[in-house]
């Protein structure tokens, strides 16, 4: 295999700047979000008790968003490792990565999964349920702006060449091309 490119946003990017990037992604989604819902429901009353399951929900929001990552390539009995580091009091790095290379197609569901399964039905709840609809909106949001990384990288992964497989490893990704 040859490796066409290596992509790690952090030492692209830093990550400042993409903590920043993906908190207002977050703030923006929120804000777009808002105003059609709130018309939808109008002056709907809000229940108050939806506070603790949203705080639970975000509590656990990395680790679902990693599951719903390594989701397909489970499905597709393509191995999948899980990482967990403590960096600080309140932050981690929850991580995965293929032991393997996949192919480019795989690769980009794999990316995408966490919107197609998180944050969609998510605006369909919010959407849907009048007594909990700024939850389901916080929710979505912040999910919105967890994934804004996972689009940086689908960028670079639908640039490469169609016949190239994708590896996942600490923090960044090889884009490669076997050699013939």
């Not at 719903?68 to 995965?96: D, E, R, T, V, W």
């Not at 039905?121 to 919105?144: C, E, K, N, Q, R």
Request: proline share 4%; charged share 10%.
């Amino acid at each position: 295999m040859n490796c066409v490119r290596i992509v790690n946003l952090n030492k692209q990017y830093g990550w400042n700047r993409l903590y920043l990037q993906s908190f207002l992604t977050g703030l923006l989604a929120f804000v777009i979000m808002y105003v059609p819902v709130s018309i939808k429901h109008d002056m709907s009353a809000m229940d108050e008790f939806g506070i603790f399951p949203l705080l639970l929900a975000v509590l656990f929001m990395p680790f679902l968003h990693v599951f719903m990552h390594m989701l397909p390539l489970i499905m597709m009995n393509k191995q999948a490792k899980l990482i967990y580091k403590q960096n600080m009091l309140l932050f981690s790095n929850i991580n995965y990565y293929t032991k393997k290379y996949v192919s480019k197609n795989v690769s980009l569901l794999a990316a995408l999964a966490p919107t197609l399964l998180i944050t969609i039905p998510g605006m369909i709840a919010a959407y849907s349920f009048s007594d909990y609809y700024v939850y389901f909106l916080i929710f979505t949001s912040i999910h919105i702006g967890m994934t804004f990384t996972d689009f940086l990288y689908i960028l670079y992964i639908a640039k490469a060449p169609k016949e190239a497989y994708i590896e996942n490893s600490n923090n960044e990704i090889a884009i490669l091309i076997k050699s013939f």
